[in-house]
C-alpha cells in the first residue's frame, strides 16, 4: 500500500493517540515526541493524567514543526489517528483531517457500559464504515495479539509504533532508538521484536 | 547547551534545583503531582509529602525563614485548604525565596470545581508568573525566587494543566551556587510575630511592596511586546499565549509573564499602538478587568449585548479550558477575524458506548460500594478513587464534594435529623488529610455516623503516592507506618473493625450489624490498591464454568471491567454467559463471591499448570 511521507518544515504534523486507560499510550505518545526531536523538529506533547486513566478514555497530543505553539489539536487537524482501542478511534475521528491517516489496533475493550448491559459494542464492519467518514487509509493491526506472541501483551503500543513508522516511510533506526530509550533495559529485547514485527505487517500490505 | 523534552512540572521541579532550591513539602493532586516527585529525586535537596496543602505551605513558609530557599505544590483546590498560610506568608514575608505553586485545572480534568488561582495572588497581595510551556516553567520558577528575595514575598507560579502535562524541549543550567553556610534563626517578632499590633504595619508595607512590584513588572523580561501588526492587538499570558500566536499569526502581542500585578505604562502605551486591542486569557477575566479599571478601551465585539453583569468577559468563554478551535470560533463570532472558507465536515457517529472513568479491575473498593448499593443507604463520599463508586452500575454515592467533607457531611444530614442512616466513605490518604477532625466532630458530637476508611495502602488516584499509613517517605526513606485503628480509637469511636478489602460477606454483616445499633462505628477496609508492584505480582485470572454459569447477570451488576458478556447464550433463557478477559483480571474474587451458582472459579479452584513451581 502507500506510504505517506509525512514533513513537519513546511507545516506542522498532528498525531492524535488515543486508547483507554492503563493502554500505554502515554509510552507511545514520549516515543513519537522523541522521534521528531531527533528529526530536528520543534515539539509539543499534551496528555492528561489523573482519574481519565481509571479505565476511561485516554488522549495524548504530539505535534512535530519548525515551530510548534498550540500543544493541543482541535477538530479536524489530526494527520494521524492512532487508536490503540478500536472503539476510541471512532470516538475520536472527529479530531482527524479529511483524508489523514488512520491507524487502529484491532482490539477491543467492553466499556462497563457494555458489560453492565446498557451500551453495544459496534460491530467491526460498521466501526470500519464509520471510519471511512473521515479517511480511506485505515491500516488494522492485530497489535495485543501480535505482542502476546512474542512474549507480552503490553507491547502492543510497540507494535503500533512500527506500523506508523512504516506508514509515514521513517526512518526505522530512529524510531527504535526512541522506542529503546523510553522502555526499561530488561524489555529492550521484547520491544524491539514487537516493532519490528508492527513494522513488518505494514512493509507486507 | 542540553536539551531535554520535560513535562512543566518536571521543569519546574528542574528549575527549583537550578535555583538551589533545598526543602519542598507539597501535597498530590492532578495535574501539580509529579513536580515534588521529580524535585525528590535531585541531589542534596529534601522533599516530603505532608498530608495536606496547608501543612505542605506552612513548612515551605518555614523553611524560608530558616534561611532555605523552599517552595510547596499543591493542586488548584489545595490552595484553598492552604490559604491561611498563604495570607499570612505574604504578610510576613522571608528570610530566603518562598515559591507557592498552584496548579489549576480549567476544564476539571480531574477536579470537583474550576478556579483561577490568579485570583489569589491579587487576594494575597504577592506577585503571580503564569508560564506558556515548559522552559518558561524552569526559567520563571527561577525568577520566582530572585522576586522572593528581592522583594521580601512569597510568589505564586500559577500552572495549568496544559503546562503541567505538555511536554516541551527545555535547556538544562546547571545549579546555582548558593550558600549552605548556617544562619542565625530571625528573631524579628515586629516582622514573624503577626500580632494585631504587627499586622497592621505590615499590611502598610506590603500595599507598598506592590507597588515596587507593578514598576518592576514595567521593566522585566517576564512581560514583552512582540510587535507585528497593528491591527490586532492581543494582551495574553499562560497557555493562552499558544493559542494567541497560532489563530492571530499576525497580531501584536504583549505576552504577561508576570500577571500581577499588571505593568501600567506597558498596557497603555501597547494599547496604543495597536487599532483593535483583546485580552485573551482562560477562565477568569483577570487580566481583563485590570485592564478595564485602567481606563484602557477594549475591541468591543460585534455579538456583545449590554453586559449582564459587571465582571463579564467580552470575547472568550469564561469557563473550561480553551483551544484553537474555541478561540477562533469566538474571534469569528465577535467579528474579529473571517471564518473558514472550507470549514470540516462534519461527521456522524451515532450514539458510542461510553467510556466514563471506573474503578479498576481488581480494586479493593468495589466490594464495600456493591453492600452499600445493596443496602440502598445514603452515602457521603470522598475525593479519591473511590469516588467512582458513583458510577453505574453500583451507584453508591451520593454526595462528594472537597478533601475531607464525607464524614462531616453526613455528620450534617444526621444532626439535621435525617431519617436514614448514613455512610461516609474515605480512603486512607484522605482521611489523613482532614478527615481526622471530622470524625472527632462525629464522637465529640455524638452522632451516628457509620464511617467506612477505605485503606488501599497508598494514595491512589494521583498515581501510588506515600502517605503516613504507608511506611516509607517520598525520597523513599522508610518510616512509621501511622496505625489508623489506633488512631480512630484515640477520637474516642468505641465500635472500629477491620475487615480485608475483598470480604463481601464480613463487609455486608458488619455494616448491616451496625446500622443496627444507634453508635458511630468506623469500619476500615484494607487492600493494597491492584495496580501496585506487589499486588500485581498476585495476579491470577478466575475463569467461569460455562456449564453452570446461565447469564444471570449477579457478577455483571458488580461493575468489574473484566467480566465481559460471552457471545455464548443460556440456552434456557437466551441470555449471554459471563466471560473473563484474562487481560484484566486480577483474581480479586469478588465475582466469585457473588455468584448464586459457583460458576465462577475462586483461585484455589483453578487447575494449576503443571509448569509452576
Known sequence: MEKKKLDATEKPVRFFLVGVGGQGTILASDVLAEVGLKCGYDVKKAEIHGMSQRGGSVVSNVVWARQVFSPIISVGEADVLIAFEKLEALRFLPFLQPGGLLLVNDYSIAPVTVSAGVALYP??????????????????????????SLGSAKAANVVLLGSLSALISGDADVWLEAVLQRVPAKFADLNKKAFEAGRAVVMEK | MVKRLLSGNEAVARGAWEAGARVGSGYPGTPSTEIMETFATYPGVYAEWAPNEKVAMEVAIGA???????????????????????FFGAMTGIEKGLVYISADDPSMHSSQNEQDNRQYARFARIPCLDPADSQEAKDFMKAAFEISEQYDTPVLLRLTTRVCHTSTPVDLDAQHEHDLAPIQYPRNPAKYCMLPANARKRHVVIEHRLDELAQFAEVTPLNRVEQRSSEIGIITGGIAYQYAREVFPDASVLKLGMVYPLPVKLVKDFARSVKKLIVLEELDPFIEQQVRL????????????????????????????????????????AGLIAGEAEPVPEIALGDLPPRPPTLCAGCPHRSTFYILSK??????????????????????MHTVGCMGASISVAHGAAVAGDAERHVAVIGDSTFFHT???????????????????????????????????TGKTLQNKPSVQLNIETLVRACGIEHVKTIEGYDVKAIESTLKE?????????????????????????????????EKCNGCTACFRIGCPAILKSSKMDEKYNRPLAE?????CTGCEICAQVCPRDAILFRSQLARPLTEG
Open chain 1, 123 to 148: 460491530k467491526d464492519d460498521a466501526l470500519y464504515s464509520q471510519l471511512r467518514q473521515r479517511s480511506q487509509s485505515q491500516t488494522w493491526v492485530k497489535g495485543v495479539e501480535l505482542a502476546d
Open chain 2, 64 to 86: 524560608a525563614y530558616a534561611g532555605r530557599r523552599a517552595f510547596c505544590t499543591m493542586k488548584h483546590v489545595g490552595v484553598n485548604v492552604a490559604a491561611d498560610a498563604l
Open chain 2, 294 to 333: 485602567l481606563g484602557v478601551e477594549l475591541f468591543q465585539p460585534q455579538n456583545l449585548s449590554s453586559p449582564k453583569r459587571a465582571d463579564q468577559k467580552s470575547i472568550f468563554p469564561v469557563f473550561g479550558e480553551l483551544n484553537t478551535s474555541i478561540v477562533r470560533a469566538s474571534a469569528v463570532e
Open chain 2, 375 to 396: 443496602l440502598k443507604v445514603p452515602v457521603n463520599g470522598d475525593i479519591g478513587c473511590y469516588t467512582l463508586g458513583i458510577a453505574p452500575p453500583l451507584n453508591a
Open chain 2, 435 to 469: 478527615g481526622i477532625p471530622a470524625l472527632i466532630n462525629v464522637v465529640y458530637n455524638q452522632s451516628n455516623v457509620i464511617t467506612v476508611i477505605m485503606d488501599n495502602r497508598i494514595t491512589g488516584m494521583t498515581g501510588h503516592q506515600q502517605n503516613p499509613g
Open chain 2, 514 to 546: 451496625w446500622m443496627k445499633m444507634d453508635e458511630p462505628a468506623v469500619l476500615i477496609t484494607r487492600e493494597e490498591c491492584a495496580l501496585l508492584p506487589s499486588a500485581r505480582k498476585r495476579w491470577t485470572p478466575l475463569q467461569v464454568v460455562e
Open chain 2, 580 to 584: 473473563i478477559d484474562p487481560f484484566l
